[in-house]
Every structure is written in C-alpha cells, then in structure tokens.
C-alpha cells in the first residue's frame, strides 16, 4: 500500500469519530500519540516506553473500556515514567479528547493492521504523516494552514539554498519542521549520507544539523513527531524566537523560514535586547534575528518569506531593510502569487539573501522576480505544484533547469543572470532602492488587466502612490483582525 493511500485510510477514519465530538486537528494529535507508540515497535525503541504501555498491550486488549482507560492512564503519567527526553516532549500535557472507547479500538486496529512498507521496503512512515499534516492544513477551520507552509515552495527554496554536509540549518518559527525535514531529505538524496558517514559526523548530521523553534505546544508535538518519523534526532525548542531564547540561536550557515505574519499581541515589543531595531511588527523582527543569526565566514545565506508590508513599511521597516543590504547581500527577491496560503488575499514574498563577511555595503543590485502578476489563481482547477517554479529557477540559477537543480552548487553568478530573457526577471540596482528610502516593493510587471497604462503620465505616478498607502492601510487592517479573532 503506498503512504497517499494510508494516509487517505487514516484520515477517513476521522469521519468515524465525527460523533465523537472530534476535529480534525484534535484528531491529528489523537493520531501523533498512537502512531509514536506503533513506530516504537516498528523502529526497535518500545524498551523506551514502560512496559505496561507498549503498543501490543493496547492491541491485544479484548475489553474496550479496559483499553481506553489504560490509554488515559499512559498518557496522564508517561511523561513521569520514561528516561527517554523525546517521549518526555511528545507527550507533555498529553490528553484525549475521545469519549468513546469503541473509537478508541477502532483507532488501535486499524493502525496495527496498516502495512507501513512499500513493496520495496522502504520506510513511508514519514511520508505518511507529511501527508497528515498537509491535510489538516488544508481544513480551514482547523486554522493549522498557518503552521503549514506548501511543499512546492519549501522544495524550491531547500533546492536553491543547497545545503551542505556538515552545515548547521535553522528554522526559527518552525511549524511542523517541514523546511528542516526537507533539507534533511535533500541531503539524503543528493550525499545519501546515512550510508557515508559515522561517528561523530553522523550524529552531529541526524541530531545537530537541524533544529528549530516553535512556539505552539500542539504544533511542537507534530513537529518532534515529525521529524522522529524522518529518522531525525534534531533539537525543537519549545518558545518563541523574540524572547531571550532566540539570542542563543546563532552560527548558522543557512536559515529556511515562514515567520507568522501579524503584529505582537497588544503592539508589544519583543523583549531580546540584542535587535537593534525593536518594533511590533513580527516579521520584521524575524527578519533581523535571522541575518544576525548566519556566520560571517560567507558561507552564511537564508531564504524566508515575507509578506509585501515587510517591503515597504516606514520608520523601523525603513531602518531593518537598510541594515539588511548593508550587513548582507540581498540577491532576489520572489514576488509569490496570491491565494498560495492558508490566509487568502495575503499577499507574500521570498527574500534570498547571503550574510557578507563584513557589515557594510554588501547589496549591490537586486534581481527580482514576478511570479504573482499576470498569473493563473492557482487552486483545484490549477495546482500549486514545482512546475510552476520552472522560469523562476532558470532565471535565479543562470540557466538551470529544474530537473538538473541537484547539481545545482547554489552560486549566484550575475553574469549568467543577465543572459536570462524573461519580462519577468528585473535586476535593480541599490542606488534605486536608496533613492526610494530603501522600499522594496519594486520588480512587478505591468498588470494586463490595466490598459494603456503607458498614456497615463502623471496621473498614473499619483495612483501609484495612493495604492502604496492604501497597501499599508490593508497590512495595519489584516493585522488588527488577526489580533481580534
């Protein structure tokens, strides 16, 4: 059976527990905590669980009602019985929310029956709850679309970053891991280095290379069952990256983010005292504690994702953008399409940059790329996947192709860049950017839809500028409904 299959089983039964008074998030934690008990025995670690709680108990037990008592049970007291700090983490402040035992054993059953290997042996189990996961996202009212970022885009961005054997990567608002799973996986795929390495190289790959941070406790526990699943020991904190945790998270050589979008609760600051520039805006503090995290040996680079008022917001966004073309080189920009996340309308773009050997006067032009107008709504009717990416990734890559980008060495020759043909692909200098107090909110083509924009002269440039203003109005708006549901 192969893991999409599965996984359809496994969500199907979720219809079954409807009765139950079960969402489908509460059941994708439902799920987490039997999967992790069934992966023990699969992967040769159930010594780590007290015997009396080992799958084959839950299994074998005739009496529904026994079953699911003992199963309250295991999860109200494991955590305090186990030596093992990732069983700790998976099931701290544990709970069910199944009221009826029978569902419980349905559950139990059709797990311990599913065939976890594809014909060839290979491990699916991580496929499998990738799956999951990208299920429950796709479910509005589960609001789990804002932990999710699309696997499309991840890959892209983990395939132009090309990480390294040996590198150390991070995620500071890491959702369910999905860019540090994916980093892993193309490691695996493109050095196989499960099958290279030993000793201490391979543990520092398997448990140091990856890590993150999430501030969620339910979204934490997908992501530590997530990455347990991919065969990956890697540290998650447990916290939020703008208090003084984030100021241990440093000396990386690349970070892959998807920072939450919105202000502080209350307009509050954050509370580190190692930013220079402290504001309410979230991702603008996300986006100084990542360059400040990278090394400074030029190996350090990151590729995050950002909405539009990130580009162009005033005062401290002014500020950060000038201190982030200074510090790094801020090499491309991607202006995504609309309607690709959770949160319709909200308009987004990936910043690709490399931390500079010294702090000053690194960006020295700007290539851009206009993926959002002129674009079909991507949706059921056309789906968001890689291939949508191709024209992008040539343009970036000075010439690559999609299906060579493993042999891709992630450097970024503008020479190469210039020969690229496309309406799309603008290179912009820093000297325009500065002349228009550091706004990024440049690289867009002109929209169909508008015609004879040409002709207008004056009264165009005066447009311009009000959606400028009406664009920030928006941001502060999206915000404050943010803040109040």
């Known amino acids: 059976m192969s893991a999409q299959e599965i996984a359809n089983k496994l969500w199907n039964l979720c219809n079954v527990l409807r009765d139950d008074g079960v969402t489908y998030h509460q059941y994708l934690n439902e799920l987490t905590y039997m999967l992790f008990l069934k992966l023990s025995e699969v992967k040769g670690f159930s010594k780590d669980f007290p015997e009396e709680y080992r799958w084959k108990k839950f299994v074998d037990e005739k009496d529904n009602v026994a079953a699911f008592e003992l199963y309250r049970e295991f999860l109200a007291t494991v955590s305090s019985k186990t030596t093992s700090d990732g069983i700790k983490e998976i099931y701290t402040n544990a709970s069910t929310t199944l009221t009826k035992p029978v569902n419980f054993n349905t559950l139990v059953q059709a797990i311990d029956k599913l065939d976890w290997y594809e014909e060839h042996d290979r491990d ?40 390294k054997i040996g590198e150390k990567w991070n995620d500071p608002a890491c959702g369910t891991f999905g860019f540090m799973i994916a980093a892993n996986q193309y490691l695996l795929e493109k050095y196989d280095y499960l099958y290279t390495l030993e000793g201490k190289a391979r543990t520092f790959q398997v448990e140091e290379a990856m890590s993150g941070v999430e501030l969620v406790g339910d979204a934490h526990r997908l992501a530590l069952m997530n990455a347990r699943l991919h065969g990956m020991e890697s540290r998650i904190f447990l916290g939020d990256t703008l208090t003084d945790l984030g100021k241990k998270l440093k000396g990386y050589n690349g970070v892959l983010a998807n920072p939450p979008f919105g202000t502080k609760q209350g307009g509050e600051r954050p509370t580190r005292d190692d930013l220079t520039f402290l504001t309410s805006n979230k991702q603008l503090n996300f986006l100084q504690h990542i360059y400040r995290s990278l090394v400074t040996d030029g190996s350090g680079r990151a590729a995050v994702v950002l909405p539009d008022n990130v580009l162009f917001e005033d005062g401290d966004g002014q500020k950060i953008r000038k201190d982030l073309m200074e510090k790094c080189n801020l090499h ?62 040539y343009a970036y890559s000075g010439g690559i192709a999609v299906d060579d980008l493993m042999q891709y060495d992630g450097t970024i020759d503008d020479a190469k860049r210039k020969t690229i043909t496309d309406e799309r692909w603008q290179n912009i200098s820093r000297e325009t950017v500065i002349a228009k107090n550091y ?33 920030a109005i928006q941001t502060e708006l999206e915000n404050l409904i943010k803040e109040l549901s």
């Open 332 to 393: 491309t920009i991607l202006r995504l399409p609309t309607g690709i996340f959770y949160a319709a309308g909200v308009k987004t773009n990936v910043l690709f940059f490399t931390r500079g050997k010294k702090d000053e006067n690194n960006t020295k032009n700007i290539w851009y790329y206009d993926m959002r107008t002129n674009m079909p709504s991507f949706g059921k009717r056309t789906p968001f996947t890689e291939k949508a990416f191709d024209d992008f990734v």
């Open 124 to 163: 699916v189990m991580g496929d499998i709850y990738e799956s999951l996961l990208e299920k429950n996202a796709g479910e509005k009212k589960s609001g789990a679309g804002q932990y999710f970022t699309p696997r499309p885009l991840i890959n892209v961005m983990v395939k132009l970053m090309e990480p």
């Open 439 to 471: 706004s990024l909110d440049l690289g867009l083509i002109a929209d169909s839809s508008l015609t004879n924009a040409e002709d207008l002269g004056e009264p165009l440039e005066i447009a311009q500028e009000a959606l400028q203003e009406l664009k």
